[in-house]
């Protein structure tokens, strides 16, 4: 590796906090917050309802699971009939592979609108995480949505980004319960929802460590502005770097192969690359993470993370997963997390690592936290897949794996959510199990009253495909040829395993 | 005088069919013209509320948008608001956009990503002056969708309009681009039902079409001028879109026009379908030719095209 020069990054001082137009936009702001609003267990451990991530028959397809949940943990009871329903669910970066496949979210889809409720499906845009960020605009987002099959037609719903065509179409949400955010702002397609089922892709989380039903409510249901507010953007002092990037002072400047990338990565140009290093304006930051994880995902050291960023961010978001929920009646809304492809980073990663554990199952509850709890329990104590980033690190059953892989407990969301009323940690788990019966075998089938083959008979009688080329032309039929000629072709000379 | 190209809808062949013509009246008329690698094109076409089937195919936005990306390398975001008077009490982005999917209006189908101008709410957007003291409104407050791109076409289904007197160029290309509190600032003090036997007085639709005109310069502002119009006489209906209905066309299908100049645009479509009108149907839209007077008096174009005629 080449030896670089450093020098200090040239700091342009912060003279005065950034004023923006706060006092006067939207002053007349609506601020959603249901008069009845409130966690949805009050006494004892929350339900949650599992269904675990294998299948030998019709009835236990993870997807005919998925729906069966969606009853036992009564989900449908959060809408009524008529009402809006958003489908939360994450549309996934620009060649990111390990998302949630598209019949998992059809699949509520479908049941929503069978207990009469008007389902779309929706996201918030982003903040540039990187420089070639998908998920920042409304219109590369939708572009990704199509690349990874989240479409209208594969939903049978509208997909809508939730904060409008620039991420701008938000209102503000006061959150006086939170322990650092007073105050946040929400996509208007979730706010103005009448109820919303929440789909979480259990996997892991660069910033906030876990990423399940929690961080689709605390970073996926904001809107530009809530994001901001949520990366705690300008808290504090510049040099602390909670409120805005660390720069390490080991930047090589022009001699980083990447220094134009990182130049480009800031939208308001707060940063640019000397000869041996940054200058940087951090009254022009906003903490979108852009040059961050740029600077991190080229293999550089340059502008980096504070320690502490990390549990604060993690503190930050579940009182901006709070501010989410207050837009809705208590029990308006559901929650299901796929602890399927459990990967070590966020779905706003352009790509996918190994996963950590082999796939666990689906996890359906109305109680925030005890779902959370629930998944991150069976995350940890599942087996470690074999060469992906947990079995690098040594790790066995039972150790809290995200801590080990990304660097501080998911424990730290579910506890802070707890104490300002996202749920119970406490929870009551049942597993649930399908029988297998006729009536279940046929109830999540494409046709549910009719077997296809039912349906064939009315085909064949009309038009005999099959009778009509009899009799096809082949080998003569030997009963020996049969028995013998195919072991000459098995490595094992046809000998029976075991 | 401003040139109008319209294509006509003689000599059909295998190689001058209705996309060919539409295709070429877009070259011939230069639309693509100061485009460049990399713009993004907003591409304003007209939805339908639920019940009016008379909507432009999703075949023909097809066209326009290609030519749009060709001429950018990029889809263009085809785009509408949402609706200024929501007959059915639906004015959510998500039923917005079941109704337009229900009529094919699909980003599958459209050939770029369809997208309601303002957001879920239709209310995203920017203030744009109207550029002039004694504007009535000042002001418009444009959609995000399309005050975001770099240049605006707007693909217009021309019908009557019991308001507007025509729904073009001018109609579309102006009210329809704004956020929907904008929409209603405008439309203040008239119903636009006028079937349900509340027919707005003369006097408050002289206001409403004055501000409705004066949208077009805050919108043609908000993308810097760059703007081409194209009306499509195809279905011309009695009723616009809004209504969630709709009877027979009253003319047959002409064609398509084409111009930078949305006055001009909509004087042209005018000559070409008042020939084909009953006398009842030219008489519902003489009064557009006021309208188009006091387009040209506020400097949004000419009244007196030069038509080219394509065939």
Known sequence: MAEHKYEPTKWNELKQPVEGGKATYQKKSWNPTQKKWGAYTEKGPGQVWFAEANATNWTESMICKTKDLFYEAKLNTCFDKNDEVAIKIHYGEYNRTAILRPEYIAAIVEEVKACGGHPYVVNDTTLSYHLYNNMATSQYQQEGAIRHGYTDATFGCPVIIADGYSGEDDYRVEIPEGLILKETYIGRAVAEADAMIVLGHARGHSITMYGGCTKQLGIGCQSKRGKYITHLAHWGDPHDSIGWPKFTDKCPGKACKFHQMCDDSCPHSAHKALEHGKEWHPEKCRLCYSCQVTCLFSGMTGITFEDNYFPNAMIAHADAALGALKCFDKGKVGFINCAIDVVPECDCFPWAGKAVCPDIGIFASKDLMALEEATLDAIDNAPISPGSVAAEKGLKPGEDKFRAINGFSPRIITRSGEKIGLGTREYSLTNYEPVLTPENVAKWQIRPNKPTTVRLRAVFDKHDLTTEVMPFDRSQYSKKWVQEEWKTYDPYKGEKRG | ?311
């Open chain 2, 1 to 311: 005088m401003s040139n109008v190209f319209w294509v006509d809808l003689t000599r059909m062949s295998f190689d001058n069919s209705v996309a060919h013509k539409l295709s070429r009246l877009l070259r011939e008329s230069a639309a693509p013209a100061g485009l460049s690698d990399g713009m993004r094109v907003a591409l304003k076409v007209n939805t339908a509320e639920n019940g009016y089937e008379y909507g432009l195919r999703p075949s023909l936005v097809r066209v326009v948008a290609s030519a749009a990306q060709e001429a950018t390398g990029t889809q263009p975001t085809v785009c509408d608001g949402l609706k200024l008077v929501d007959y059915w009490n639906g004015a959510k982005g998500a039923s917005f956009l079941d109704v337009a999917r229900s009529k094919g209006y699909t980003a599958d189908t459209l050939g770029g990503g369809f997208v309601i101008n303002g957001g879920y709410s239709g209310d995203e957007g920017n203030l744009y002056t109207c550029g002039f003291p004694e504007s009535v409104l000042g002001g418009v407050e444009v959609g995000s969708a399309v005050c975001r791109s770099d240049a605006l076409w707007v693909l217009s289904h021309v019908t009557l309009h019991p308001l507007f007197g025509l729904a073009g160029a001018l109609w579309n290309g102006g009210f329809e681009c704004l956020v929907g509190r904008e929409r209603t600032r405008v439309l203040q003090g008239v119903n636009a039902y006028s079937f349900n036997g509340h027919g707005p007085s003369g006097e408050s639709l002289q206001i409403l079409r004055r501000r409705a005109l004066e949208s077009n310069l805050g919108v043609r502002f908000s993308v810097e001028g760059r703007v081409t119009y194209v009306n499509a006489l195809w279905d011309v209906t009695p009723q616009p879109e809004y209504f969630p209905f709709s009877e027979v066309p009253v003319a047959e299908n002409l064609g398509f026009l084409a111009s930078r100049d949305p006055v001009a645009l909509d004087a042209a479509s005018c000559s070409v379908l008042e020939p084909a009108l009953s006398a009842e149907g030219r008489e519902r839209i003489r009064e557009f030719h006021e309208v188009l007077r006091a387009a040209e008096s506020l400097g949004l174009g000419s009244a007196q095209p030069t038509i080219q005629r394509l065939s």
